[in-house]
């Protein structure tokens, strides 16, 4: 029973020899495992980590492009606001022009009307100073011919007295005589 027991012992001493090497391939395999999962947590928590980084600057992109867009739609805001109000400037403005042009068109009927009466009026002032150019020459012939008159008469008035001063002449001779 001796051998039996050092038999035992021995197959013992073999199977926990057995049983440990087994243990150490078994639990090289497990860090092995573990390894190869710590690598994949590490790959997975740097992911993670990339991610989170992209999803903060993801985020701040978005806040970025909100306010953007926010800005963008108070200036479409103002500039419908603005267009609508020059459309109605630019629509007053045609309504004006239009009457101005009416105005215009009025100013120039009632311009021609003027010049074609001025033009009567200058057609009449014209002949009234060719009237007056006549009567003005008539009476410039007729105040020649009244002058002449008078200096004939003057002449003849001027002969009779002279006539009567040689007749007194006579006659204050014919009496001293």
Request: net charge neutral; hydrophobic share 40%.
């Amino acid at each position: 029973m001796k051998n039996f027991q050092a038999n035992l012992l021995m197959v013992l001493a073999l199977a926990l020899c057995g049983l440990c090497v087994w243990q150490w391939y078994v639990q090289t395999r497990q860090r092995d495992a573990i390894q190869s999962l710590n690598q994949l947590v590490y790959q997975r928590n740097a992911a993670i980590q990339g991610y989170t980084n992209s999803l903060a600057t993801l985020n701040s992109q978005i806040a970025q492009m909100d306010a953007r867009m926010s800005a963008l739609k108070a200036a479409a805001a103002t500039n419908e606001d603005v267009i609508a109000s020059q459309s109605a400037e630019i629509t007053s403005l045609r309504f004006t022009g239009a009457s101005l042009t009416n105005e215009i068109a009025q100013y120039k009927s009632a311009v021609d009307t003027l010049e074609a009466k001025l033009k009567e009026v200058y057609a009449g002032v014209d002949k009234q100073n060719e009237a007056i150019s006549n009567l003005v020459s008539q009476r410039n012939d007729l105040v020649q011919k009244y002058n002449d008159e008078v200096k004939d008469r003057n002449n003849v008035v001027a002969k009779y007295n002279e006539l009567a001063k040689q007749v007194e002449k006579l006659q204050s001779a014919q009496k001293n005589e």
